[in-house]
């Protein structure tokens, strides 16, 4: 049973696969950092100095003691962060896009199989039976 796992494991799809998973971990924090730090600032610029993160909608704001110790935390929807989502999603699939056709364009196009040689029409075969029965 082991060496069967071991067989199944060291099979070129699992491998791959583990790689793909991990590259795409590491991907997601790529994009989602560029979106945080770089897109996010430059759209929140335009917008009149907006910051798409901090946007929310308060339901109950937080309780603090004498101290100034927060008792009951805030309770938001936070739909910037949302935002921030919905951009990291579109950037993502414009990236995986540009990969999938980039990997098009490098494989090797299928060269059109040669079209066997055509044979005399079945009315051509009738014809030339006809005039062997003739003769």
Known sequence: MLKEFKDFIMTGNVIDFAVAVIMAGAMGLVINGFVADIVMPVVGHFSGGVDFADMKIVLTEAVADADGKITTPENAIRYGKWINSIISLIIVGFVMFMIVKAYN??????????EAPKGPTQEELLTQIRDLLKK
Do not use: F, L, W
Not at 105 to 114: A, G, L, Q
């Open 105 to 114: 364009k490098t494989r090797k196009k299928e060269e059109p199989k040669p």
